[in-house]
């Protein structure tokens, strides 16, 4: 059976393309910025080595059509800046769930919301997705504003059992979101 092609997209600043081996020390440098992984709820790995399994578990899990993860990459800047990845629901084929992680150095520039507003793009245009959710925790605030901008709608505040987290459930369907997208075509950035 042939493979599936890794779905390339651009912005005007970025190109999200498929992760790759070279991708390990910059995603071991986001992972164990304590901040950072507290804020996106994500484990700290102990050393480098989990890197060959987040890159082949990327990679599986594209190969079963339960994810997209793109690494995020800026003109001129050698390493990935980033991931965004859309997690496709188990039992709803139409759904996903959109998550996303940049670099510190990289924070508020609007490159989160650029990033973000292509791959919605991507998921109401070309997968033809019902509906995209995220989860933040309460405190995010960057990514909650992301959210907002973008459209979602609030659908229910959570406590994560795993870590005692406030967290928010938001959810942006496909006809709101394809609206949106294509009244105003640029981010804001
Ligand atoms: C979330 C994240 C990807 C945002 O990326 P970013 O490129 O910095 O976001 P943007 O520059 O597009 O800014 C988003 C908005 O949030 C605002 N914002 C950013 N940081 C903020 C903060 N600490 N407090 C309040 N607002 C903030 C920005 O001003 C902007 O709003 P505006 O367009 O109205 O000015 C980045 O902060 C990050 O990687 N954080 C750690 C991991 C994480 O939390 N991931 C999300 C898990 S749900």
Same mark, same amino acid.
């Given at each position: 059976?042939?493979?599936?092609?890794?779905?390339?997209?651009?912005?005007?600043? !970025?190109?999200?393309?498929?992760?790759?081996? &070279?991708?390990?020390?910059?995603?071991?440098?986001?992972?164990t910025?304590?901040?950072?992984?507290?804020?996106?709820?994500?484990?700290?790995p102990?050393?480098?080595?989990?890197?060959?399994r987040?890159? $082949?578990?990327?990679?599986?899990?594209?190969?079963?059509?339960?994810?997209?993860?793109?690494?995020?990459?800026?003109?001129?800047?050698?390493?990935?800046?980033?991931?965004?990845?859309?997690?496709f629901?188990?039992t709803d084929?139409?759904?996903?769930?959109?998550?996303?992680?940049?670099?510190?150095?990289?924070?508020?520039?609007? !490159?989160?919301?650029?990033? $973000?507003?292509?791959? !919605?793009r991507?998921?109401?245009?070309?997968?033809?997705?019902?509906?995209?959710?995220?989860e933040?925790?309460?405190?995010n605030?960057?990514?909650? &504003?992301? !959210? $907002?901008?973008?459209?979602?709608?609030?659908?229910?505040?959570?406590?994560?059992?795993?870590?005692?987290?406030r967290?928010e459930r938001?959810?942006l369907?496909?006809?709101?979101?394809?609206?949106?997208?294509?009244?105003?075509?640029?981010?804001?950035?």
């Amino acid at each position: 059976m042939e493979a599936v092609r890794f779905p390339r997209l651009s912005t005007p600043r !970025l190109v999200l393309r498929a992760p790759s081996e &070279r991708d390990i020390p910059a995603w071991f440098a986001r992972a164990t910025d304590v901040e950072s992984a507290s804020l996106a709820g994500d484990p700290v790995p102990d050393d480098i080595s989990a890197g060959e399994r987040w890159l $082949a578990r990327s990679r599986q899990r594209f190969a079963d059509g339960k994810a997209i993860k793109w690494s995020i990459d800026q003109a001129g800047v050698s390493d990935a800046i980033g991931t965004i990845t859309l997690s496709f629901g188990a039992t709803d084929a139409k759904t996903a769930a959109m998550g996303f992680v940049l670099a510190r150095a990289h924070w508020r520039h609007g !490159l989160g919301s650029e990033a $973000a507003r292509e791959v !919605l793009r991507y998921a109401f245009e070309t997968l033809a997705l019902e509906r995209v959710t995220a989860e933040a925790a309460a405190r995010n605030f960057a990514s909650l &504003r992301i !959210l $907002a901008k973008l459209g979602f709608n609030h659908i229910e505040s959570f406590i994560d059992e795993a870590d005692g987290e406030r967290c928010e459930r938001l959810a942006l369907d496909g006809d709101i979101g394809s609206s949106l997208l294509a009244s105003n075509p640029m981010p804001d950035c």
